[in-house]
């Protein structure tokens, strides 16, 4: 009797920019890797399309929950387990608001360091960049789906995203229901990203 088949809806696993980056990361496009890097800056946070309270709230809400775990579980994912070494995180004057600002160091059990730089209610446009810096090359995902990249001596330049690779949850799920492999990220996969958000969120 097949058990019950589980998943939790982490869309990056699903789309051509990262399912790309991840593909190119195993080719060793960087080489060996030396840091990897996650910046999240907004210039308000809720953006102006989130404005409730519960996105907005130190409890249920603020970036480093609501962007920040996918791009943990990506870590986790692509990379392997991360450790949490030290977080500055910053909090308004209003008890009950969400950070504006985060700063965290993050180890790979090879050592390799991980950084979170995270900001909102600043200057600027929304940017989200997911990079890994290696000795032969650089690799960012940046906004969920555009993919730059460059080797050594070159420019960071745009890259094409695999199309041939997006996929979606639903048909995993019916593959992984007919026995099939698929990519399901289960809730064990999910409890790893949390743990380590909630030692991001906790400071």
């Not at 996650?38 to 102006?48: G, N, S």
């Not at 996918?70 to 990379?79: M, P, R, T, V």
């Not at 008890?95 to 730089?117: F, M, Q, R, W």
């Not at 940017?127 to 032969?136: H, R």
């Amino acid at each position: 009797m097949r058990g019950v088949v589980h998943a939790i809806n982490f869309p990056l696993n699903y789309s051509a920019g990262t399912r790309t980056f991840e593909k190119l990361i195993k080719s060793n496009y960087v080489g060996k890797l030396r840091r990897v890097q996650l910046k999240m800056y907004f210039p308000e946070w809720p953006r102006p399309w989130q404005q409730n309270a519960w996105v907005a709230s130190k409890e249920q809400g603020g970036y480093v929950l609501e962007v920040g775990v996918h791009f943990i579980q990506q870590l986790q994912k692509i990379f392997g387990p991360a450790e949490v070494k030290d977080v500055h995180i910053h909090f308004p004057e209003d008890p009950h608001a969400s950070e504006n600002a985060i700063l965290a160091i993050l180890k790979l059990a090879d050592g390799t360091p991980v950084l979170i730089d995270g900001m909102s209610q600043i200057a600027g446009k929304e940017e989200i960049v997911f990079t890994a810096y290696g000795e032969d090359g650089t690799l960012s995902l940046l906004n969920w789906g555009e993919l730059f990249g460059g080797k050594l001596g070159e420019e960071i330049l745009p890259l094409e995203a695999d199309h041939s690779l997006t996929d979606s949850l639903v048909d995993n799920l019916a593959k992984a229901i007919k026995g099939e492999e698929a990519t399901i990220i289960d809730f064990a996969a999910g409890y790893e990203a949390q743990v380590i958000l909630e030692q991001l969120r906790k400071g």
